[in-house]
């Protein structure tokens, strides 16, 4: 299948050339699994299952912008599986965080740690074994991340240039969850810690690692990089404050997750500390009480999204997405992007800002 990316960038041809070849990759047993029938065919399936369930494919979607806005080129092969491994390793980071924050749903369906405990209910210890065998799935989604970049046909240049990303790209992730998870029930007026925590944990891997890579393979100079950057971090900080929104005001319907989780939990997110930061002591003792309680119902959740409201937090949030999304567009420069580059970059941010799921 070939995807021109020379006359216009059309982004569901792209999201379909990144979906074939990670139906290609995965049909075969993954590489890093010796071939056995049973316990080997679940985890393969299951990953196959996960990775080409229909989603928003933005990692993929930004490296191959970052590729052409570097000038593309020759080597194709390696862009489209470079792309391609951004996706599986997202389906590593999602399932293990789907079990730290003890989700229950994903994307509208059972998380696979859910998943994997309903297909082995008969099991006297089912819930303990769903959490284990979907530790392994993303231990082997990482894995097969790996292995479908392995087999990208990188030329030296780019392994010289492209790996140091991809093991930069991960160090933030990890470090970002695990202060998201050290700051996890234990919500503060502190703004300025949890947008950190956005920046690590969203603003670098869901936007800027992504386009650096593909920029990356396509030979992108130090001044392209910054530009990058500087698109990339205001809007990746709004698709986070975007999802701190949907996680306590979102349809469920739409977005796939409960709207109790991120409460329950006790999620350290920019809105709860603009709450804290300008709630009433009356105000600020109610959240307090109600924030991180497992057992939280949708009657005080109610109260606590008033509160979010009378505070002003909402609209705070709001208008920071807005400020962002200006911000990134405001990058766009004419005289080192193509057109067509733009109008897509200027396309993704407005999904990524104007979104219900």
């Not at 299948?1 to 139906?23: H, W």
């Not at 010289?160 to 990890?174: A, F, S």
């Amino acid at each position: 299948m070939s995807t021109d990316l020379t006359e216009a960038l059309d982004l569901d041809a792209i999201r379909d050339r990144v979906d074939t070849v990670l139906a290609d990759f995965l049909r075969r047993p993954p590489p890093t699994v010796p071939p056995q029938r049973g316990c080997g065919d679940e985890l393969a399936q299951s990953l196959r299952d996960f990775v080409l369930a229909p989603g928003k494919r933005i990692r993929s979607l930004l490296c191959v912008l970052g590729w052409q806005a570097a000038g593309g080129g020759d080597g194709e092969e390696a862009l489209w599986r470079t792309a391609a491994s951004l996706e599986i390793f997202h389906a590593f980071a999602l399932i293990h965080d789907d079990i730290i924050d003890g989700s229950q749903t994903r994307r509208g369906r059972p998380s696979v740690h859910r998943a994997f405990a309903a297909r082995h209910r008969a099991r006297p210890d089912a819930d303990a074994f769903g959490i284990h065998a979907a530790i392994l799935l993303g231990d082997l989604a990482l894995t097969c991340s790996d292995a479908l970049m392995n087999t990208a046909g990188l030329s030296t240049r780019q392994r010289d240039t492209v790996l140091p990303l991809i093991d930069t790209m991960r160090g933030e992730v990890l470090l970002g969850q695990h202060m998201d998870l050290m700051a996890t029930g234990r919500p503060t007026d502190d703004v300025e810690h949890a947008m950190a925590i956005a920046r690590l944990k969203t603003a670098k891997y869901t936007v800027e690692r992504p386009l650096h890579l593909g920029a990356a393979l396509a030979g992108a100079d130090r001044r392209l990089f910054g530009l990058c950057s500087a698109y990339a971090l205001p809007l990746g900080e709004a698709f986070q404050l975007r999802d701190d929104l949907l996680g306590v005001f979102g349809d469920p319907a739409l977005t796939g997750k409960p709207v109790l989780d991120d409460l329950r939990s006790g999620k350290a997110t920019v809105l709860m500390a603009l709450a804290l930061r300008h709630a009433t002591p009356h105000q600020r003792r109610t959240l307090e009480a109600l924030i991180g309680r497992p057992d939280l119902e949708a009657e005080d959740a109610g109260r606590v999204r008033h509160i979010l409201q009378r505070t002003g937090a909402r609209d705070m949030v709001e208008g920071m997405i807005s400020e962002r999304y200006e911000t990134a567009l405001r990058t766009l420069d004419p005289t080192m992007l193509s057109p067509q580059t733009i109008h897509a970059l200027r396309h993704i941010a407005t999904r990524v800002v104007v979104r219900a799921t």
